[in-house]
């Protein structure tokens, strides 16, 4: 995946991170906080970002090749959020409600929305929208 997909409207900060080995979960960790901050999230549900993209980092290292986690705004009407996602060709042919329910089950309260999209190389999206509560 060269670039990040998204049924949202996109917008800055686009950024990525390559995970190829279990040093870049920090980097992911890190990166993704700075993302949230530019979006004007707390410090607490930054942390809450970072952890969930730092799992979804972990989880993608466990398939021994190198992947790479994008980070961008994404915008739906008047919300704006962060994406946090990564391409998953090995769950293609894998039914996406166990996928989901996986992730939800991983990932439990860490994010709002939680999607894959694509069946040749799925993409797995974890959303945050901000609002007042979780605004600076």
Same mark, same amino acid.
């Given at each position: 995946?060269?670039?990040?997909?998204?049924?949202?409207?996109?917008?800055?900060?686009?950024?990525?991170?390559?995970?190829?080995?279990?040093?870049?979960?920090?980097?992911?960790?890190?990166?993704?906080?700075?993302? $949230? /901050? *530019?979006?004007?999230? +707390?410090?607490?549900?930054?942390?809450?970002?970072? !952890? &969930?993209?730092?799992? %979804?980092?972990? =989880?993608?290292?466990?398939?021994?090749?190198?992947?790479?986690?994008?980070?961008?705004?994404?915008?739906?009407?008047?919300? $704006? /959020? *962060?994406?946090?996602? +990564?391409?998953?060709?090995?769950?293609?042919?894998? !039914? &996406?409600?166990?996928? %989901?329910?996986? =992730?939800?089950?991983?990932?439990?309260?860490?994010?709002?929305?939680?999607?894959?999209?694509?069946?040749?190389?799925?993409?797995?999206?974890?959303?945050?929208?901000?609002?007042?509560?979780?605004?600076?």
């Amino acid at each position: 995946m060269s670039e990040a997909k998204s049924p949202y409207k996109m917008r800055p900060p686009i950024l990525q991170v390559r995970v190829e080995d279990s040093m870049d979960i920090m980097i992911v960790r890190d990166t993704t906080r700075r993302a $949230a /901050g *530019l979006l004007g999230f +707390s410090p607490a549900h930054r942390a809450q970002l970072a !952890s &969930a993209a730092a799992t %979804l980092a972990e =989880l993608v290292l466990k398939t021994g090749e190198a992947h790479t986690i994008f980070l961008n705004g994404v915008v739906s009407g008047m919300q $704006a /959020g *962060l994406q946090i996602a +990564s391409e998953t060709p090995w769950l293609a042919g894998v !039914s &996406a409600n166990n996928v %989901l329910v996986a =992730l939800r089950s991983k990932m439990g309260d860490l994010v709002d929305e939680i999607r894959l999209m694509g069946e040749e190389s799925p993409t797995i999206l974890m959303i945050m929208w901000l609002n007042d509560d979780r605004s600076l």
